[in-house]
């Protein structure tokens, strides 16, 4: 495995080498026994009566296990195709009907911290929530009427603020042709703020819009040639290679679909094959996820007898486009999301952080210490980017050792203040 880091050592004690991280670009495959994935969350059914509220699950597909489990008692429904993940607060988000309510609201639960959930009351037609890892705001769609007379439909790209228990919504961008846009059916690059979104317009014709959120204006606008018997679906976008991944369904005359993994070209719309999926019979919108460490394109799918039975997961390797898991699951999973908070915290936790800023935490004789009036959560990972121990807070004049390893190091303050450092110790 081969770790390429922007960076510059600067010192050596106790043979301990450190280095501030400018900036994490790339983790390359060696094999598959070095590769850790980040955990997949999604709504786990037939575990609990619904009754008992949603089942939050996690799972590792490369160890293909279930590392996490909360019943929400909170929620009893959850809005298609409206979830995310905050990769700075370790959080599930979604728009869910809460127990005993009668409309959405925002649900945010911390995967980390038992008990931290928080809801918003929230007006409108929001749906396709992502959040960016790099500057922290979340963007969505918001389905607006353009009069009150007919029934004629436009898509508008927002951003979405939480502030007193509301959601405040700020119009991007207006896309009064854009009809509609299916469940997953769109997806985010954080490296250059746009926002991918496959719908159909006003005509009937499917096009694939490319939206700057930070310049809140259209980058490209492409109509791909797939054939009348066809469709595009379950968009992710692998930031590391600047790929825009998705599945293409070819329906035949009995009525099933020949489906297949593709890449398409935003700038062009030019389709480009890369491995057919004879085992994928049927799947549920939003049902995909990226694992940006490792670079793996995850899909939840059913086989043969169709939705609710035979639910399998598979993972494909975007670099070589193999199959490298799949596997059956004893539930349906749905609404899924990959944390990629360790890659999140390799790529973009160094940014805009000042050299006066990453004096305030010191290596003195094999211990970090807290030289700052406010406490830090530190988190440390290993090479791979895997979580080594939980997190720790470390107060006002503390202090933690570092172990002997090949250690990436996450430090947040309590004022918002986001650094990373680098260790090898022998």
């Known amino acids: 495995m081969q770790l390429f880091l922007y960076s510059k050592g600067y010192s050596n004690m106790k043979g301990i080498t450190v280095f501030n991280c400018a900036l994490f670009v790339g983790m390359s495959i060696a094999s598959l026994q070095t590769l ?11 575990i609990l009566p619904w009754e008992q509220g949603l089942y939050l699950g996690g799972y590792d597909i490369m160890s293909n296990t279930w590392v996490y489990g909360d019943t929400l008692e909170y929620a009893e429904g ?42 918003a009351e929230l007006f409108g037609n929001m749906h396709s929530i992502h959040h960016d890892m790099q500057n922290g705001k979340f963007y969505g769609l918001e389905g607006y009427g353009l009069d009150s007379t007919w029934m004629d439909w436009g898509t508008r790209v927002i951003t979405l603020e939480v502030e007193d228990g509301q959601v405040n919504t700020i119009p991007i961008l207006e896309m009064d042709w854009m009809q509609g846009v299916v469940a997953g059916s769109s997806c985010y690059d954080s490296d250059l703020h746009h926002f991918y979104i496959w719908g159909i317009d006003n005509t009937g014709v499917g096009r694939l819009v490319t939206v700057d959120c930070e310049a809140g204006s259209i980058v490209a606008d492409v109509s791909p040639e797939m054939g009348s018997n066809a469709n595009l679906s379950e968009f992710e976008f692998n930031i590391n290679d600047g ?5 293409k369904a070819t329906y035949t005359a009995n009525g099933d679909a020949d489906m297949e993994l593709i890449v398409v070209d ?9 491995l057919a999926l004879p085992q994928v019979d049927f799947y549920t919108p939003d049902g995909t996820e990226f694992d940006q460490l490792n670079g793996f394109y995850i899909l939840h799918y059913y086989q043969d007898q169709g939705i609710g039975l035979n639910s399998s997961i598979m993972a494909i390797d975007a670099a070589t486009w193999e199959v490298v898991v799949d596997v059956p699951l004893d539930a349906n999973f749905v609404e ?9 915290t390799l790529r973009y936790s160094p940014a805009n952080v000042s050299d006066e800023s990453l004096s305030r935490i010191d290596l003195e004789k094999g211990y970090w210490i807290n030289n700052s009036p406010g406490s830090f959560v ?3 990972f290993d090479i791979t980017g895997r979580l080594a121990v939980p997190a720790t807070t470390i107060p006002p004049n503390a202090r933690l050792e570092v172990p002997s390893g090949n250690w990436l190091w996450d430090f947040q303050g309590i004022n918002g203040l986001r650094f990373s450092r680098h260790t090898i110790r022998s």
């Open 36 to 46: 850790s994935a980040q955990t997949i969350y999604g709504m786990r059914q037939g």
């Open 78 to 119: 959850f809005g298609l195709g409206t979830s995310t993940f905050n990769q700075w607060d370790e959080a599930y988000v979604f728009l869910g009907l809460p127990s005993g309510g009668t409309g959405l609201e925002w649900m945010s639960h911390s995967v980390e911290a038992e008990g931290a959930e928080t809801t």
């Open 243 to 247: 790929q825009l991944i998705g599945l």
């Open 266 to 274: 935003p700038l062009s719309g030019v389709i480009t094959p890369q």
């Open 336 to 344: 899924l999301e990959m944390s990629n908070a360790s890659f999140a």
């Open 378 to 380: 530190v988190r440390r």
